[in-house]
């Protein structure tokens, strides 16, 4: 079945960067976008941007430009995220999910990975 | 910037039917999906294409778009149904989501 799976829980400081990794099975991973979501406890859903598998071509929302790099290792179906600058309201689950669509402008994510906490903390 | 405005609740007794709306410019003109959120859980979409229920999501949700708001409509509503729903829709090469709604099941 789909899966996507995602790296453990992270601590770091302020001014640190966190690497979350997410781990596609289950399908072609190099078929579909992957994004990237993030919601701060107890906060709604913040999409962050997506990478294109297939040719590394990425797009961000502006709020993290400059701060988030998506990458991507075909090799092993794996899809990074890295945050830098990192701030204590940068706190949050992050997820990433796979984007399904059947036309240009008919998209939805399914399925998500099942989160990653990352807590900036001093 | 662009918004999708979602009421922060709403309640429902069981069997009844429960309306989550969520409103945007010209939201119609887009296609909007819905995604549902149990406490602890990653979303799951219930709705995508305005109107269409993916596999294994149950026929009691539907799901209708025009004008400005988009609606997610849950019939003969179960306490497993409780949980937060999300709208979600692309403007532009851009991503938006609602700030969701808690549906309580009372």
């Known amino acids: 079945q789909v899966q996507l799976v995602q790296s453990g829980a992270e601590v770091k400081k302020p001014g640190a960067s966190v690497k979350v990794s997410c781990k596609a099975s289950?399908?072609?991973?190099?078929?579909?976008?992957m994004h990237w979501v993030r919601q701060a406890p107890g906060q709604g859903l913040e999409w962050m941007g997506w990478i294109n598998p297939n040719s590394g071509g990425t797009n961000y929302a502006q709020k993290f430009q400059g701060r988030v790099t998506m990458t991507r290792d075909t090799s092993i179906s794996t899809a990074y995220m890295e945050l830098s600058r990192l701030r204590s309201d940068d706190t949050a689950i992050y997820y990433c999910?796979?984007?399904?669509?059947?036309?240009?402008?008919?998209?939805?994510?399914?399925?998500w990975g099942q989160g990653t906490l990352v807590t900036v903390s001093s | 910037s662009y918004e999708l405005t979602q009421p922060p609740s709403v309640s429902v007794s069981p069997g009844q039917t429960a309306s989550i709306t969520c409103s945007g410019d010209k939201l119609g003109d887009k296609y909007a999906c819905w995604y549902q959120q149990k406490p602890g859980q990653s979303p799951v979409v219930v709705i995508y294409q305005d109107s269409k229920r993916p596999s294994g999501i149950p026929e009691r949700f539907s799901g209708s778009n025009s004008g400005n708001t988009a609606t997610l409509t849950i019939s003969g509503t179960q306490a497993m149904d409780e949980a937060d729903y999300y709208c979600q829709a692309w403007v532009g090469s851009t991503v938006m989501f609602g700030g969701g709604t808690k549906l309580s099941v009372l």
């Open positions: 289950g399908y072609i991973f190099t078929d579909y976008y």
């Open positions: 999910a796979r984007e399904l669509a059947v036309a240009g402008n008919i998209n939805w994510f399914d399925p």
